[in-house]
């Protein structure tokens, strides 16, 4: 996988899905497999291919809101693998390349995007000051409530999705997590149900989930009772569930 930022509207970030590839960026030559990420920057000098049979997918990063300079994405570029954020990222660039189609045609893209940013832009300051153990521990706080929240709506579907769990799969503390999310004005409980919700609210006006029943939608949100279900949608909606999806259909 390789990214690459500029200063145009978009630059991209793709995913490397056949062959070997090679790699040049800032007069450091390397090969690359499914599991690296390459990242380049439009105004750095940059060589990037492969001989016989390749394929990758690209993405692209806005550079004025990733708000990174050109000698640091070239630094960071050749030793990304010293960041411990580094297969976090590289997990969520993969999981955004499964369907992207669908997630361009969603409500949340915006955030998603924003979201994706501020990974990459996290995973190439610490690793351009990878030997500064300080500074990647300031990286990993200023980013970590887009991680928490990232996590969170990529587990939306889980039942289990309890603080311990949000808190465990980021290293900290249930404390630190309720901190961190009353300092940004979230209330965990609160949140997870509105996303809910609103996930449910986009399956159901979606034709592809027409053969779904209510219930198994709210399932499928994260909701351990059709009822419950019900009522908090209509609460935070106006209509019950079976009426939005009707009135979508008509």
Known sequence: MYVITGATPWSPCP?????????????????????????????????????????????????????????VVVKASSRLRASPMYDLVLNHLRGVWRDPGRL???????????ATTELVRALLLSAAHAEDAPDVRSVMDETLLTRVKTYVRRHLGDRELTPERIAAAHAISVRRLYLLLSEAGISLEQWLITERLAKARQMLAAARYDRLTVAAVATRCGFSSPSHFSRRFRAEYGLAPSEWRRARQE
């Open 15 to 71: 995913l490397q899905t056949e062959g070997t590839h090679r790699a040049e960026v800032g007069g450091l030559r390397r090969l690359l497999g499914p599991d690296d990420i390459c990242v380049f920057h439009e105004l750095s000098s940059r060589v990037y291919g492969w001989s016989g049979d390749g394929a990758s997918q690209a993405m692209m990063l806005d550079a004025n809101r990733l708000g990174v300079p050109p000698d």
């Open 104 to 114: 361009e045609a969603d409500p949340g893209a915006p955030a998603l995007a924003a």
